[in-house]
């Protein structure tokens, strides 16, 4: 044995340890692939970091139902950023006459309220 005490022992394994790779992860394929088919399935990729703006959705909610609300103001601004894109155009000409008569008025009288919007659904984009 060493003259180390055991708690720097300690801290050594738990340094070795954090260079290997989390294996822990590969205990829960086996029902990650029961429940949503390949583990490709549930892969992330670089960039998707949807809990970024979750969290700074989260900070202006009273805390209250936080996953409804967190659904609503998702559903809300994939809502704008599909009519801004003109999604309805086709579908609903009425509704993309109407909001694209709206969004030049609001440019016109709340440019930075446009301009942080855009901005907001740029950094959406990239994310997906």
Not at 51 to 58: D, I
Not at 94 to 100: H, N, V
């Amino acid at each position: 044995m060493t003259n180390q005490p055991f708690e720097t022992k300690m801290r050594k394994e738990l340094r070795n340890m954090k260079s290997h790779p989390n294996v822990h992860v590969g205990l829960h394929y086996v029902s990650q692939a029961a429940e949503y088919g390949l583990p490709n399935n549930c892969n992330v990729l670089s960039g998707e970091d949807k809990h970024r703006l979750f969290k700074n959705f989260v900070t202006r909610t009273n805390h209250v139902n936080i996953g409804k609300v967190l659904l609503k103001q998702e559903i809300f601004c994939q809502s704008i950023q599909f009519l801004l894109d003109g999604s309805f155009q086709c579908s609903d000409p009425q509704i993309f006459f109407y909001s694209s008569t709206s969004s030049q008025i609001l440019s016109n009288c709340v440019p930075s309220f446009i301009k942080s919007s855009f901005n907001l659904l740029a950094r959406r984009k990239v994310d997906r």
